[in-house]
């Protein structure tokens, strides 16, 4: 019998998805191949084939038949769309899963099961080969029946800050085989007594507190309304120079011409009603710049960007420069909220000071593009920033609450003067590129600060309280000068392959390891305090003197 057969791409920038409909249900079938958005009620069982990122959406649900194996198939996509979590193909719940006797396969430590605000009802079922097994953020809530294994993951289970209770249920959570069985984040709820962790790589439970003061956990900036009589514009196209002055309201998409440009005067406030004409929830009105952009407020008067009416993330679409690569693009006193991406470039060319970004899905992306930015925050978004291929330029850069923090790809970085709190996976995460850092601090983060594969030069670089390492260097060229690691759970430093260069600074009250070798790397430390180790008589050093052919330490 032929297999039915439902592939469904993802369409990048504006365009999202079409929905995934229900298949056919004959007495047998073979393979079926799905991918991209859940609608309605889609029921599925065998063996399925999940092609591209599948998400359900708030409203629909995925039923999964008992013998229903999943296959997820390993992404080498740079994954530039914000709504999703990790680098390999994955299932974000927004909506509802419920799946019993169910098997969830990821290749290579890739993906995952993220259950993104929505309902995941489990029972008997198996989760395997993910960066992160099951996900919980935004709410999510968890019910487990009968036994559940998660195994050969990064990390079992996360727990991220949210509702009480997060996982629920009698069913006894098997998590055994991963580098990390479970990770609660500081704020989330307690790690559940129905979790059985053992067997674990790295470590069974990563758990903490937060260091520092309590951030204000969850809330963004306010949604103001408009005032009575502002100006109401619908779709439209600007093929010459426009003006907005005080509030304005948007019901469908700015389109900004070549050689045009839209000005935003001090004290302007523009806000996008909802459109979700494919039902994903997420906003479509939005501004969409091949030309340029002009919104320079003052501190007196800063220009705001709004969801109305006020309702989390995704309200709206995002201000999109493509392919703007002439002319000027400036923002600056600049306040984006409740988008599903804040700031979004492809090919061009802005600059943005003192922007506040709040309750996005991502607050800045760009790909291929010239970024320059002073005094940016964001918070309480699924993620900070990500780009790649770029030139970028950072300065006074902070973030806090966020579920994944800053991600480079292939792209020269320079960044200073920043504080990121509670980013939740990492800090800063570099792969492939020329990063140069100096003057930061992160805190609360899995990771503290990661790179891979690239060239890092680090000064007056702080982590603190980190769950699994503070920095974090994998088959890269590392030197850093006055840096500073402390309170790590595990190890203030982590190498896996590449050289790396420590000069001045300290590493301190580090739970498992000052620096731990992960891979034969080169690592040599002169001039570096190291103290306060948590567990008193261990060695503060994993290296070949422990496990040989990790290469050793030098420390002078």
């Known amino acids: 019998m032929l297999s039915a057969v439902f592939l469904l791409l993802l369409v990048p920038c504006i365009s999202r998805a079409p929905a995934l409909e229900a298949p056919p249900s004959p007495a047998e079938r073979t393979e079926v191949s799905v991918g991209g958005r859940i609608s309605g009620k889609v029921d599925l069982s065998g063996r399925i084939r999940v092609t591209e990122d599948l998400l359900i959406p708030a409203g629909a649900a995925l039923v999964l038949r008992p013998g229903t194996v999943l296959v997820f198939v390993k992404s080498e996509s740079s994954k530039v769309d914000p709504e999703y979590f990790y680098g390999g193909t994955e299932l974000v719940v927004r909506g509802r899963l419920l799946a019993e006797g169910a098997e969830f396969r990821f290749p290579g430590r890739t993906g995952g099961v993220v259950v993104d605000g929505g309902d995941a009802a489990l029972s008997g079922c198996k989760v395997s080969g993910a960066e992160g097994g099951i996900s919980v953020l935004h709410h999510g809530r968890v019910s487990a029946r009968g036994s559940i294994l998660v195994t050969d993951c990064r990390v079992g289970v996360a727990l991220f800050p949210g509702r009480l209770p997060a996982w629920e249920g009698e069913g006894e959570v098997t998590l055994e085989g991963n580098a990390v069985g479970a990770v609660r984040f500081p704020g989330a709820p307690e790690i559940p007594g129905t979790f059985r962790p053992g067997k674990n790589e790295e470590s ?19 949604s103001p309304a408009p005032a009575r009589g502002a100006v109401r514009i619908g779709d439209t196209f600007l093929d010459r120079d426009r003006t907005f002055s005080g509030d304005v309201i948007v019901d469908g998409v700015i389109r900004v011409a070549p050689g045009a440009t839209l000005t935003v005067e001090p004290g302007s406030r523009v806000f996008f009603t909802y459109r979700d004409t494919d039902g994903d929830g997420i906003g479509e009105n939005g501004i969409f710049l091949q030309g340029n952009l002009s919104a320079r407020g003052t501190k007196e008067k800063p220009i705001g960007f709004y969801p109305f009416p006020p309702g989390g993330r995704g309200r709206w679409d995002a201000i999109n420069f493509m392919v703007s690569e002439t002319g000027e693009n400036v923002l600056e006193h600049v306040e984006i909220v409740g988008g599903y991406r804040g700031l979004h470039a492809h090919f061009s060319r802005f600059s943005g000071k003192q922007v506040r970004i709040a309750d996005c899905y991502r607050g800045i992306q760009f790909q291929e593009s010239k970024v320059d930015l002073t005094g940016i925050e964001i918070v309480s978004s699924a993620s900070a920033l990500r ?59 899995l990771v503290g600060v990661s790179a891979q594969e690239g060239e890092v030069r680090a000064d007056r670089f702080r982590t603190g309280s980190a769950g699994l390492a503070g920095f974090s260097w994998q088959d890269g060229d590392v030197t850093m000068t006055r ?37 034969p790397a080169d690592v040599a430390l002169r001039g570096v305090e190291v103290s306060d180790a948590k567990e008193k008589g261990a060695s503060p050093i994993y290296d070949g003197r422990v496990a040989p052919g990790l290469g050793i330490v030098k420390v002078e």
């Open 387 to 445: 780009c790649r291929d770029s030139d970028v330029r950072i300065s006074g850069y902070r973030t806090r609450e966020t579920v994944f923090g800053s991600n480079f790809l292939r792209s020269a970085v320079r960044i200073e003067a920043v504080n990121v709190d509670s980013p939740g996976w990492y800090g800063f995460r570099f792969r492939e590129s020329r990063v140069e850092a100096s003057d930061g601090a992160v805190r609360n983060a």
């Open 483 to 519: 840096c500073r690691a402390s309170g790590s759970v595990l190890d203030g430093v982590s190498a896996t392959g590449g050289k790396v260069a420590m000069a001045g600074g300290a590493i301190s009250g580090f739970g498992r390891y000052a620096v731990k070798l992960g891979g």
């Open 204 to 222: 069974d439970v990563i758990s903490w507190t937060r260091d520092g003061a309590a951030s204000a956990e969850g809330k963004g900036f306010p």
